[in-house]
């Protein structure tokens, strides 16, 4: 009886300290989660008038990062709701000092499990710090918008609109069996007993050597530049005659009168239409029974 009692109350000690090592990871963990969370957009919805919560159904994100090796590695992955956000959460051991540990970009997914085309730059999905909350939370955002066309990636609303037909079955008649192929054996290759002759060089001929030193070049001095010591005659500039002034007036100018302008008494002659000619007449419909 006191061995089962003993055997209870350390089974009740190693419950305890399980609880107590569990809760422990689980408040270090809460302590360096990390999360990332962005939004995708519909890049011509409004263009195609496709409604964007049906474009955004079975759409997924994955993070792809690139380790130190440079290997391409998935990460984690999250599911569009109906606005396009998205959250996707990461170990915690990748991120060190606030940082992620290695370059990660998101990438979406289509319906048909197939990755999305993107119609905005690489560096708009890239993975960048964003804040840090209560507890050591690490919240991850991106860099720009990640945004998509409905028409290259297919969402769950229209992906039964998408489905590739069933290959059409090839019958190919049995081929016969081939012969089997023989390979003649190469011939021996020769092998060359006798050395080859020594490669005699022969010496190139003597530099020549010249002895007699070159004649000194001998330079003429340069005539002395002419230096002119009298002076220039000085500039006379003759004086403008003067500007002549008329004292006499103009004479008046006289404008002579315009000739009277034509009245026409007389009126003018009625401008006359002829009469239009009258419309022929259409015959009744006939009763229809």
Known sequence: MRM???????A????????YLSSSCYGEADKTA???VGFGECADCQKTNVDPSKAFQGLRVTINCKTASGEVKRRGAGALDEMGKFTVALRPEMVAGGKLMED????LVGASAEPCPAASSIESSKVVF???GQGGKHTFGLAGKLMFSPSTCTSAFLWPYFKPLPPIPIYKKPCPPLPPIIYKPLPPIPIYKKPFPPIIYKPLPPIPIYKKPFPPIIYKPLPPIPIYKKPFPPIIYKPLPPIPIYTKPFPPIIYKPLPPFP???????PITKPPCPPLPKIPPFPSHP
């Open 34 to 36: 990390v999360e990332v």
């Open 104 to 107: 990660c970009y998101a990438q």
């Open 130 to 132: 964003k804040s840090m």
């Open 263 to 269: 009245i026409y008494k007389h009126p003018l002659p």
């Open 12 to 19: 009740a000690a190693f419950c305890l300290q399980l609880l």
């Open 4 to 10: 089962r009692i003993l055997a209870a109350a350390a």
